[in-house]
DNA sequence: TGCTGTGAAGTGCTTCACAGCG
DNA sequence: CGCTGTGAAGCACTTCACAGCA
């Protein structure tokens, strides 16, 4: 068994796939699930049989032939080739409400992905304590992601200020950004923006919904 | 001008950057900025001016050649083909953190998108008062749904309810569903489905992080 | 025998390139 | 002249079909 990634590049929507693979195999795991194969896999996670088997092949041999995939073992080595088989910290700027939702989200901790410090630049906000973490000023956001390691920033701000947000948290050294703030970044190609818009899937459903009355 | 649908399938991508494109547009109409032509409306979108131009193509001729796309009726135009130009109902089950957190989310009911009803099947929580809405039993659904015009659920539950939550929801006739469970459902193919995964965002990132480190 | 892993074929989205119009 | 709208070309992802192995 192999877990190196084969040197080809990867389809962006394998490693969202993956993802769903991993919370399916979950499931089937809670339900002593041990072996499956890939058709009533795919099934599950509404694709293709031929399509799991290609999306795992990018990483690695993880099946047995004529039997199937240990179900166990192959969610570690999903979760080994994304790399979330470890903790990231995160930091998170922008305690609005938004904001506060996120910190309140325990799921991400229990992942893996620790908000470890926040910021704003409201005055008013500073200093104040907000599930357990102190709000910090914007302007030490630099020391910080130094002195706690951390590696993604999460941006929960308005609209307009999500920009200087992104600014400093590239000034920092941060390439990894998730963007909850409804607004399109400019930001230089090494650093890796992942949008989070909850009306895409609102205006997926409408529109299908007023195609099929 | 023309706002018909031309009778060709849509791309789901397609569908996706829309909901981008007006983002953005509005961004542009509050600096005041009344027409724009395709290649800078890509550019702050990420994606390419001929992208822009066919997307649009498959639902009018909404631009003047030699001068670009009037920003405000632009606006209008795409809202309207996605069908969000109107008001949308929902009833949300689930009224856990996550569920109080949506309804918290103000967001939503500012762009159209209103959850008038909200179901727990937990008979504690049934009666309580949430954001101004009375928390009914999941069984009441279908009476609701027929009483309030609801046409899209959103399930807010833990992952082992959302497939029960979804039956429930196909059983009042609903077809338009939005998944926040970490859950996939079986439905038919009538049922469209959307799923919010936060950690997709996330596990992108952190793969991504590791290819380039 | 049964299911994986994978080249080859198929499909659909994206980009190009330019005709057509304001 | 400039930018849209669009057929055609290019590219990437998905599905098929089967060789290969347990």
Redesign the interface.
């Known amino acids: 068994m192999n877990t190196q990634?084969k040197s080809k590049h990867i389809p962006?929507a394998t490693?969202?796939r993956?993802?769903?693979y991993v919370?399916?195999l979950e499931?089937f795991a809670r339900d002593s699930v041990e072996v499956i194969s890939s058709n009533p896999l795919a099934e599950?996670?509404?694709v293709n049989g031929s399509q799991v088997r290609k999306d795992l092949a990018y990483f690695g041999e993880f099946g047995i032939r004529g039997v199937g995939y240990r179900v166990q073992p192959l969610i570690e080595s999903i979760k080994s080739?994304?790399?979330?088989n470890r903790d990231?910290r995160m930091a998170l700027i922008g305690v609005g409400?938004?904001g506060k939702?996120l910190l309140?989200?325990s799921?991400?901790r229990n992942?893996g992905?620790k908000i470890v410090a926040i910021f704003d630049c409201d005055p008013f906000k500073i200093g104040e304590i907000v599930h357990g973490l102190e709000v910090y000023c914007t302007r030490d956001l630099k020391d910080k992601v130094r002195l706690l390691g951390i590696?993604?920033g999460v941006i929960s701000t308005p609209?307009e200020r999500a920009q200087r947000a992104a600014q400093h948290l590239m000034d920092a050294g941060i390439?990894?950004?998730?963007n909850y703030a409804?607004?399109?970044l400019k930001t230089p190609e090494?650093v890796?923006v992942?949008?989070?818009?909850?009306?895409?899937?609102?205006?997926?459903?409408?529109?299908?919904?007023?195609?099929?009355p």
């Open positions: 990634t962006r490693i969202q993956l993802a769903t919370q399916v499931h599950a996670c509404g080739s994304l790399g979330v990231w409400n938004l939702a309140n989200h799921e991400f992942r992905f590696e993604i609209p390439t990894s950004i998730l409804p607004a399109r090494n890796h992942e949008y989070v818009d909850f009306f895409h899937y609102l205006y997926a459903l409408a529109f299908n919904h007023q195609q099929q």
